[in-house]
């Protein structure tokens, strides 16, 4: 069962001052649109989509949110930054189904977190390299402190499978 999903944010526009403001570009949003659309249609709805602060994960959270149910909740968790702490955020997992064990969560990040991410949730030694809008599913069990990778999916290979 899927009930943890890393993701990270779409294409943005091109480094600036303020890398916190950087919105996300029409690209990137059709590419979250397009992973929107897949994580619905294969995983249905998820309870929660939990994001960093920054403009490009809120607008890539708020475009995988559209495809979600009315009962998803939605949170911005300040250590889903670039140089989060990846502990914290399993901290905040493992509290959040201590509160409701089968609850699913969609985590919207950056790199270089979304890769440690991965591996502070399988244990498996594999900090993969993620495409913007790129995800990862994953069985987690906080009993155990940790996950099996199930599937990793990005809007290039979505775009392998429906060129004709």
């Not at 029409?26 to 397009?34: F, H, N, Q, T, Y």
């Not at 929660?48 to 949110?65: D, H, I, K």
């Not at 495809?67 to 997992?93: K, M, R, W």
Request: negative net charge; aromatic residues 6%.
């Amino acid at each position: 069962m899927v009930n943890l999903v890393i993701m990270r944010h779409g294409e943005a526009e091109p480094l600036s001052s303020q890398d916190s403001q950087r919105q996300l570009t029409a690209k990137g949003r059709d590419e979250v649109s397009l992973m929107a659309h897949w994580l619905l249609q294969h995983y249905h709805s998820v309870d929660w989509v939990v994001c960093s602060p920054f403009v490009r994960t809120r607008q890539t959270a708020e475009l995988m949110l559209a495809q979600q149910n009315s009962a998803t909740q939605f949170e911005i968790l300040p250590e889903l930054i670039p140089e989060g702490d990846c502990h914290q955020v399993l901290l905040y997992i493992n509290a959040r189904l201590e509160q409701t064990p089968n609850a699913k969560f969609l985590l919207v990040s950056h790199m270089p977190l979304v890769s440690f991410l991965v591996e502070t949730f399988t244990k498996n030694g594999c900090t993969p390299v993620f495409e913007t809008s790129g995800l990862v599913c994953i069985d987690y069990q906080p009993s155990s402190s940790t996950g099996t990778l199930l599937e990793r999916v990005a809007p290039s290979d979505l775009k392998l499978v429906t060129v004709s």
